[in-house]
C-alpha cells in the first residue's frame, strides 16, 4: 500500500470552535465545509489533514478527547510557545526538553486533544544509541 495523505477525524459537537482553533493558531486552510463535517489542510503541506465531523452520525461516535497526542514539528518551539500564549491559547505543558531529542510544549484543542509541538534537538546518548540501531 502506498499512503498518499494522512488525516485524522475527531467526532465532536464544536466544528466551529475546532474550525477556527487550528486556522488561527495553525494556519490550517479549509477545504470543504459542510453542517455536518470540516476538513482541514496544513498549508503548504497537502498530505497532511485534520478533520471534524459531527457527532452522532450514523459512522461515528463522540470523542471524549482523552488518549489523542497530534505532533507538530515546528522550526522554532520557543518563538511558537511565546506566540501561542499571547494569542490566548491555554498551554497544558510547558516548555521542556525531553531526553529522546525534543524540545516542546502541549497545548489542547477545543476537543481536549493534546497537541505536542516539538523542535528536534540532540538526544541523550542512551536515547541516541538506541535511533542508531534502526538506521539502515
Partial sequence: MQIKRVDSTISTYKLQESRDFYVKHFGFEVVYE??????LLAKGLPTAGISFVLAQREEG?????????ISFEVDDVDREFWRLS???????QPIQEKPWGERSFVVNDPNGVHLYIYKLI?????YQKIYDAYKK
Wanted: glycine share 12%; net charge negative.
Fill in 122 to 126: 540532540p538526544a541523550q546518548p542512551e
Fill in 86 to 92: 499571547a494569542e490566548g491559547v491555554d498551554i497544558y
Fill in 34 to 39: 459542510s453542517d455536518w463535517y470540516i476538513e
Fill in 61 to 69: 461516535e463522540i470523542f471524549n478527547g482523552k488518549g489523542l497526542i
